[in-house]
């Protein structure tokens, strides 16, 4: 955690300067930080297993020939940052991001509303990326906490919208170091490993490289299995 928060103080510091310097004249059409919007509303027990009314997902999409690191910062309605993911984006990758249960099934309370902020880093230089664009999905109908895919359950409508690029000028960058690290640096956030849906979760090589596998959403893929706590895919 500890390099982690270093790497993202940096990050954010040098992605601040580049925009001061480097802000092209497009405005917002063009930029490395996008704001959703998400909702995420409980409905009541099923055979003893909780249940949503309303899940939002995000489709986040890397149109630069350049890898990207999406920064995922989720806020709640009362402006406090409560959790961080991290999105490898390849070139024409698309991810789509369960933000309600990849709060959920990671400790965290989902609240009801909240904003989700995303900081697009290059890869490979590290400092501010663009090409990334975001699309939101509110689905309503009856989904299970412990099930992610949103389409194994009863879904009743869909909504859906673009997420805003911010433009440049306005400095996004610094209103989230300020609302996600205390003055000596230290998050406020938790940590939070993004479940993807939808099949866009990059398929996994079966190689047993790493003794935890980074998304553990109740089910693993081979060979590696799901340990309940904390909620992390095992190698074996």
């Known amino acids: 955690m500890k390099s982690l928060v270093i790497g993202l103080v940096v990050l954010l510091g040098a992605a601040t300067q580049a925009n001061a310097q480097f802000a092209p004249p497009s405005g917002g059409e063009i930029g490395s930080f996008l704001k959703c919007f998400y909702e995420c509303k409980r409905g009541p027990n099923v055979q003893g297993v909780g249940t949503y009314q309303e899940i939002t997902t995000l489709m986040l999409t890397n149109q630069s020939p350049d890898p990207r690191l999406a920064e995922v910062f989720y806020f709640d309605g009362q402006e406090r940052c409560v959790a961080h993911s ?42 501010p990326g663009d090409g990334v664009y975001a699309w939101g999905k509110n689905v309503l109908g009856k989904f299970r906490v412990n099930n992610p895919e949103p389409f194994e359950g009863r879904v009743t409508g869909i909504g859906k919208y673009e997420c805003r690029v911010v433009p440049f000028e306005v400095r996004a960058e610094e209103a989230v170091n300020t609302k996600c ?28 490289e790493d003794s935890v596998h980074p998304a553990c959403g109740g089910t693993c893929p081979a060979p590696f299995t799901c340990q309940p706590t904390p909620l992390q895919c095992v190698c074996e």
Do not use: K, Q
């Open 86 to 127: 991290r999105i490898e984006l390849s070139s024409v990758d698309l991810d789509e991001l369960n933000v309600c249960h990849s709060l959920g099934l990671a400790g965290v309370v989902p609240p009801l509303a909240g904003l989700v902020e995303i900081i697009v880093l290059d890869a490979t230089l590290g400092g």
């Open 181 to 208: 690290f205390d003055a000596m640096g230290v998050p406020t956030f938790a940590e939070v490993t993004p479940i993807l849906v939808e099949e866009t979760e990059d398929p996994d090589t079966g190689a047993c």
